[in-house]
């Protein structure tokens, strides 16, 4: 199968400060990794697409400087946000692609609550 | 603007009945469709897919279903069961391979 994890699963932080999201792709190698963000009882809305080696393409209406998005292999893609606020709380889910598949592989979510 | 919509955040089915869920889009450039399902505090699981230059496919008790003339798409679980219920997202997958989902509904099958 393809696994993708996120860490951590869930992190609480105070206003202001910044917060890592780590998301690999344990048994698989993937070129491309997707960074969604879920509202409650809304859809998940896609953030930013980031491919390995190379800068982030960010949706319409996100901050690329709030949210620093960084591929450094085919197997790990992470996600800061700088300074948050509580407004950035939320659920955010990642997903990696397989080279030359159609779907995208989704990691468990990170809750992230800002106080 | 949602080019993915379901239209029904919520649905109620007995268990052993059959449960449909819908989906819509707006976009004709959409050329693959897959439906996804979520648990809370999960992130989605895939569940079912098809290509547009088919109208069905089923996959054990999930049959999906697509009009293109309609731009809609169902997805049928037969018989229901209660570990069915989650909230399931359908999404359209552009050629640039970029999902866009749907705002989900939530099943709950009452045993």
């Known amino acids: 199968g393809a696994v993708v994890s996120q860490h951590p699963s869930w992190v609480i932080c105070k206003s202001g400060t910044s917060v890592k999201i780590e998301c690999r792709s344990l048994d698989f190698q993937a070129t491309t990794m997707f960074w969604y963000r879920q509202f409650p009882k809304q859809s998940l809305m896609l953030m930013a697409t980031?491919?390995?080696?190379?800068?982030?393409?960010?949706e319409q209406g996100v901050e690329k400087d709030k949210f620093l998005i960084n591929h450094a292999s085919l197997t790990l893609s992470t996600l800061t946000v700088t300074s948050a606020h509580p407004e950035d709380s939320s659920f955010y889910i990642c997903?990696?692609?397989?080279?030359?598949?159609?779907?995208?592989?989704f990691g468990p979510g990170t809750r992230l609550t800002v106080l | 603007d949602q080019q993915v919509k379901q239209n029904s955040p919520s649905l109620s089915v007995q268990e052993g009945r059959i449960s449909i869920l819908n989906c819509d889009y707006t976009n004709s450039m959409f050329d693959y469709f897959l439906w996804y399902k979520k648990y809370p505090a999960e992130g989605p699981t895939f569940l079912i897919s098809?290509?547009?230059?088919?109208d069905k496919n089923e996959d054990g008790r999930f049959t999906v279903f697509l009009n293109k003339s309609a731009k809609h798409l169902s997805l049928h679980i037969v018989p229901s069961q209660p570990g069915d219920s989650a909230v399931y997202f359908c999404?359209?997958?552009?050629?640039?391979?970029?999902?866009?989902f749907g705002t989900g509904t939530r099943l709950t099958v009452i045993p």
């Open positions: 997903s990696a692609r397989k080279d030359s598949s159609n779907w995208q592989f």
């Open positions: 098809i290509s547009s230059i088919k």
């Open positions: 999404a359209a997958l552009t050629g640039a391979n970029n999902l866009f």
């Open positions: 980031s491919n390995e080696g190379s800068k982030a393409t960010y």
